[in-house]
């Protein structure tokens, strides 16, 4: 069956400029999460959503990063101002409710600020 | 301190070799354990759960030790396809990740 996808795969933008990055998550999987991985880290995370309850953001860097989560369904990541260090792999990952310990990850977009 | 620590590595070992590796964790109270697997640039995979009698998944077999907090992975006859890092994950509510073990098995 599908997977989680993301889009886009690449993002190149300059620095200053915001980005959006998207997670369509696996269908019927209630819970949502982002991380980040810079090059040769592990992976940091960044928010969590699951069901209608409110995110769990403690993992946000700054004020420039924002998530939402329209529909219980597709997520968007937006990143304002961007800088040279949110340059990273962001993955997002989804679990179902009977299997809330095994998350599903998506290919990642690869975001380089110049 | 971190959540999850790992021996970076890298481990590079010939074809047939068993490696094994640790990774320690900070939260005493944490419940459920994990090792994924990341090939060069893909998304991260679940390789096994650790449960704390420990279990094996054919040549991998993880083991669980909470009174000093750590979880191990050993991989038995090793394959050019186990070639990956190996990260260690915990779980308390969300998924904390340790930076990674690399694994290189050459031929």
């Known amino acids: 069956g599908a997977g989680v996808s993301q889009s886009p795969s690449n993002k190149v933008t300059e620095k200053g400029k915001d980005v959006e990055l998207r997670c369509d998550p696996i269908?019927?999987?209630?819970?949502l999460y982002w991380y980040r991985q810079s090059l040769g880290q592990g992976l940091e995370f960044l928010i969590y959503f699951q069901g209608n309850s409110a995110p769990d953001k403690s993992g946000l860097p700054s004020d420039r990063f924002s998530a939402e989560r329209t529909g219980g369904s597709v997520s968007t990541l937006t990143i304002q101002r961007t800088q040279q260090e949110d340059s990273a792999v962001y993955l997002c990952?989804?679990?179902?409710?009977?299997?809330?310990?095994?998350?599903?990850f998506g290919p990642g977009t690869r975001l380089t600020v110049l | 301190r971190k959540e999850v620590e790992q021996d970076p590595g890298p481990f590079n070992v010939p074809e047939g070799a068993t490696v094994a590796f640790n990774c320690t964790y900070s939260?005493?109270?944490?419940?459920?354990f994990f090792w994924y697997r990341q090939d060069c640039r893909k998304e991260p995979k679940l390789l096994m759960s650790v449960y704390s009698s420990g279990n094996e998944d054919g040549r991998f077999t993880a083991q669980l030790n909470r009174a000093s907090q750590y979880i191990s992975l050993l991989i038995r006859d090793s394959k050019l396809s186990d070639s990956a890092t190996y990260l260690c994950?915990?779980?308390?509510?969300?998924?904390?990740f340790g930076a990674g073990t690399t694994v290189t098995v050459r031929a």
């Open positions: 939260n005493s109270a944490s419940q459920s």
């Open positions: 990952a989804s679990s179902s409710p009977r299997l809330a310990d095994t998350q599903y």
């Open positions: 994950v915990v779980n308390d509510y969300k998924l904390s």
């Open positions: 269908s019927g999987h209630t819970a």
